[in-house]
């Protein structure tokens, strides 16, 4: 077969993509139904026609991009990501794999190569939780991991629900989510930690993913002024969490090298730099890729924040908001990224993915396969996150190659 | 003399000013210089009038309120205090000297007294800092602290400045801040701490004030992803802020009581629950009414931020944002109110305040003096900051005689 990734068109794409909430630095802010992530769904839809194309659009948002295969009656073989970014994110994460999506259908155009069964790329809505305090949503729906009511009916910080952004971009479909069986589902994705730079390998075949616990967490104490408020009769809230969270960063490193332990989102009341912090919210998000690990690292996390809420005089209150367990993939879809791999003579290392995708959701109903490629200095949800055009290139090949193979 | 103060006329004006900006638990939110600050101002303005006083606004929009008297030569004897609160400030934080101030004009015309020299009420504009970065704007710029440009010049978080929202509210007055000398000035305000609660006591007659030192520290370190970036490999600036925190208030222990720290004020940055901080801005609040003492504060505060930066290699910015040296009122004024206290048979003891104050301001340009009255539980800064009506009427007794004895 000599259908042959076009590198410099792939890039091109990504660039010109990237250009849709550009950052100062480089990254893209491209947050889940803003004008920004209508405005590169559009782009997105207008290539996918121009490359033959037929787009659908289900009542969640996801956008499916259909290349016509010669038996009607077969499953499609769908590929795809998430093009909604962190609001400091890079020009890759989930833009590649969409965008290698359309470069598999564009060189197939290209070398006249018809397949079997459908292709479809999708673009999967709100894959990484910035704006609705929740991930992977469109795949979640799709894969009955989320009610779709519930996931239309949330809302951001403003009060804008799922469904009102859905309406006011103009993604709003008719088609139910989930409705579409498919033959098998295959990711590419920037690898977002440094493990293939480290060991010199362009791709990575993905085996599994990390399960995923996260907590919000509400310590409530008193608001006080901070000129009057002896230190004795505080109850200090944020020096609350600042106590947990250097316990946590302590904790993690008690576990193995893939645990992590991460707080990422804080908010101080009534944040003024004269009056102690009466409460704080913040998350706590740990993961590992053994389920009875992260089932004791919850029980750590969880005495932690008992222990020094119960000393500190706080309340504490700690919801888990994701309990994502380890994700096996399909063994015959990582063997067609393998058996892709050596017949084009390209290197590469089965790994696990540290980051949770919308290919860990659509592995519970349909065969899934990952291929990771390397990141400059595995640096990821970050304006400077970068990537070479080459190891691109050899993974959409590597995509290409293992998607015809089970297409036919 | 026999002007005597109405509980429950003070405490009637008191809950209608509280309507301005009220918030559910019974605070109040009354930002500098937002439309409820002007509302209240407008509110002051018109009772001022109604009690036969002449209204002049200056330039950084200090309102000053004149009781005439038969020496019309003689510089006015002031007493006021602030009407702005923090976002979730209580009833009679500030608003306690200016409705106290108000009730000694009215209690003089009811006993139909006039003095000698003039009597003041003066509303400063912006003590509590909670807009602007920078407190006792009004004091601080009237007492040639601050330059009244850069106090102009100063702008909130969405970018507008001091002079764009005096004219938006109307009170950006034509009088030079400062051209009005005054003979003595007095302020009236609960204590905002435990101390006369404690002690049973009605009236504390203050002698002099905390020092304070207030520091914007900005952490810098490297945006990753929670899920894959090794705990090792991490630049956190949010563990570096939890780090710092405890340690500080660790330290703030290791002094004698009246030290404080505070981290009250934290920006995290991009704030995504699974992205690890690579910025975060942050306060420290420090006081003690010693001078030497705060010095060696700062540079243990100091040697904190850059061990704590070093060891987790992160970039450090520290600028101090406040230096306010400890102050010490002065000894006539302060025996004025010692000898109203005398007068009545009410009990009072010396204190130090460990808040900030206007008084602490005009200290440096008129001969200054301070009247605590206790609230309760010490809080303070808090929507459920409260007082007894008592002892606001007690201190607004207190306050009229001693303005009394020194306006002759």
Not at 222 to 242: I, N
Not at 250 to 272: F, K, M, Q
Not at 337 to 347: D, G, H, N, P
Not at 380 to 400: F, I, K, M, P
Request: glycine share 10%.
């Amino acid at each position: 077969m000599n259908a042959v990734i076009n590198k410099d068109r792939l890039w091109e794409s990504l660039m010109q993509l990237a250009e849709i909430g550009a950052t100062p630095k480089g990254g893209v802010c491209r947050i889940s139904l803003s004008d920004e992530d209508r405005r590169a769904r559009d782009l997105f839809c207008t290539w996918a026609r121009d490359a033959g194309c037929d787009i659908r659009i289900d009542a969640i948002g996801n956008i499916f991009a259909r290349r016509p295969g010669n038996d009607a009656a077969a499953a499609p073989v769908v590929t795809g990501s998430h093009i909604d970014s962190q609001p400091l994110g890079g020009k890759f994460d989930g833009a590649y794999g969409v965008m290698a999506g359309l470069e598999v259908v564009r060189a197939l155009n290209d070398a006249g190569i018809e397949t079997a069964a459908p292709l479809e790329i999708v673009d999967w809505t709100d894959e990484e939780g910035a704006r609705f305090a929740a991930g992977c949503i469109g795949s979640g729906v799709f894969s009955g991991h989320r009610d779709l009511n519930d996931a239309l009916s949330l809302s951001d910080a403003e009060g804008t629900t799922v469904a009102d952004a859905l309406r006011e971009i103009g993604y709003a479909g008719d088609i139910a989510p989930g409705s579409i069986p498919f033959k098998a589902y295959f990711e590419a994705h920037i690898e977002q930690g440094p493990v293939l730079e480290a060991a010199g390998l362009p791709i990575g075949t993905v085996i599994g993913a990390q399960g995923q616990r996260c907590f919000m967490v509400t310590l409530t104490g008193v608001d006080g002024h901070a000129g009057t408020l002896p230190m004795a009769k505080r109850q200090d809230t944020f020096v609350g969490t600042a106590k947990i969270t250097v316990a946590l960063s302590e904790l993690a490193a008690t576990y193995d090298p893939p645990a992590v332990i991460t707080v990422g989102h804080v908010r101080v009341s009534p944040n003024s730099r004269n009056t102690i912090p009466g409460r704080t919210v913040f998350t706590i998000d740990s993961r590992h890729p053994d389920t009875d690990v992260l089932q004791r690292m919850e029980a750590d996390i969880t005495r932690i924040c008992t222990d020094i809420a119960k000393a500190d005089g706080l309340e504490l209150q700690m919801d888990a908001v994701t309990r994502a367990e380890p994700v096996a993939f399909d063994p015959g879809c990582v063997d067609a990224v393998r058996t892709a791999c050596r017949e084009r003579q390209i290197r590469f290392m089965d790994i696990h993915s540290g980051a949770g995708h919308d290919a860990c959701k659509i592995a519970a109903v349909a065969p899934t396969g990952m291929i990771f490629v390397p990141c400059e200095d595995g640096i990821s949800h970050n304006e400077l996150e970068s990537a070479r055009a080459e190891d691109l290139a050899t993974g959409a090949q590597v995509l290409l190659d293992a998607m015809v193979k089970v297409a036919g």
